[in-house]
């Protein structure tokens, strides 16, 4: 059964798709030795060193353990490449790559490369809004039709409402002319009211606040009001109040194509043939505020804890943000921009080519980030989902990431 590429752009949402073959092994001597002979990559190239772990990490045991499971899954879901870093406040620390970066080249893949993080990008644009939602300019519970005109049902859709995933608008990305127009054409430019008038066409999904659904048409209106209200580029404002003051000096919100080296080349099966396809170079914009931002470990190890932590917000809004509800999902819910997975709060990210985690256990005060070049589902399951549950599985199996599928 070929997956139904409307169904997963830029979300968490999952149909069985067909998988890459596996990759071999790149050579060992790029690192060291782990299972059955495959390269695992220390950090520490000196890029980022505060990134930086030492070879004894989590103890050679559960290093063992955690190289033995992550490249288990990278072979069973064939995954090209994989990037992790787990950080345990005085447990130690684990950050490894497996795989490669390149599946023409064989260049490995490592620890230091940019990555697009699909939406995870949500929690930025987030964030932004709740800057303004500090500043006095905007509540949470007013109407979107005060900021934006044209929108189904506008009068009684938030601002709450769209940050928690239940407005009841359509999702663009589920029309099939978008998916279309898209997939026929991956370096055009869209711009946010044109992605949105695809999701216009169809009737509102249920009542504003009566229950979940993932739509990026929801985000893509928290950007406009962004606008609206600062008077300024989203991806200005992103940049001059959270990236700035969050010090994230490798997170980037392209206009177009363009992509900060180094980074991995991304392979997708969300094409009109459903074959796979180098996507490295395709055309972000029709994400935007949903979905179209990049970064890389380094910074996304920073991110995660000041999203769990509210650095960059009030007491009050930060508590607002964690007010998470139900999914329809045992174990996990979602609040204003970010969700909660058995004790992890954070987001993960996926975009024809990507995929990415980065959660935050504030019980033990650890974070998880991982980086994927692949977004072709294994059995119906997002390949990070995969990784993540493989990880918290061996180091907090009390708390085990697992980003179910989300209802469309």
Request: glycine share 10%; aromatic share 8%.
């Amino acid at each position: 059964m070929r997956s139904t590429p409307s169904r997963r752009l830029c979300a968490a949402a999952l149909l069985v798709a067909s998988v890459l073959a596996p990759m071999a092994a790149v050579p060992a001597t790029a690192g060291t030795t782990g299972p059955a002979g495959t390269a695992v990559h220390l950090a520490g190239d000196g890029r980022h060193g505060q990134d930086e772990c030492p070879p004894d990490g989590l103890g050679r045991r559960m290093n063992a353990r955690l190289d033995k499971a992550i490249e288990g899954v990278r072979r069973e879901a064939g995954i090209p490449g994989v990037a992790v870093g787990l950080w345990m406040p005085g447990k130690g620390c684990y950050v490894r790559a497996t795989g490669v970066a390149d599946t023409a080249t064989r260049e490995p893949m490592t620890t230091d490369l940019y990555t697009r993080i699909g939406s995870e990008t949500k929690t930025f644009t987030v964030t932004a809004l709740l800057k303004l939602v500090d500043d006095g300019r905007i509540r949470l519970d007013d109407p979107i039709s005060h900021y934006v005109d044209g929108v189904p049902n506008g009068h009684r859709i938030t601002l709450r409402h769209l940050a928690e995933m239940r407005s009841g608008l359509f999702p663009y990305t589920a029309d099939p002319d978008f998916v279309h127009d898209l997939l026929s054409n991956p370096s055009r430019s869209f711009a946010p009211r044109e992605v949105l008038a695809y999701g216009y066409k169809h009737k509102n999904t249920f009542a504003p606040g009566k229950q979940f659904q993932y739509s990026n048409s929801n985000l893509i209106l928290l950007g406009l009001v962004i606008e609206k209200v600062s008077g300024q580029p989203a991806a200005d404002f992103i940049r001059e109040r959270v990236l700035h003051p969050a010090h994230l000096h490798h997170t980037t919100f392209p206009s177009g194509p363009e992509f900060p080296e180094p980074h991995p080349r991304g392979y997708t099966n969300q094409t009109l043939s459903g074959k796979v396809e180098d996507s490295t170079d395709w055309n972000p914009s029709w994400g935007w505020t949903a979905g179209a931002m990049i970064s890389n470990m380094h910074d996304l190890r920073r991110w995660a804890k000041i999203v769990a932590t509210g650095e960059l917000l009030s007491p009050q809004t930060q508590k607002e943000r964690l007010r998470t509800l139900p999914t329809g999902y045992p174990g996990t819910s979602y609040g204003l921009g970010i969700f909660k997975s058995d004790g992890w709060i954070g987001h993960n990210g996926s975009i024809p080519g990507y995929e990415s985690v980065t959660v935050y256990l504030p019980s033990q005060k650890a974070t998880l980030v991982v980086q994927l070049n692949t977004d072709i589902t294994h059995d119906g399951v997002e390949p990070s989902s995969l990784v993540g549950r493989a990880i918290t599985e061996i180091v907090t199996p009390d708390n085990i990431y697992d980003r179910p599928v989300p209802p469309r």
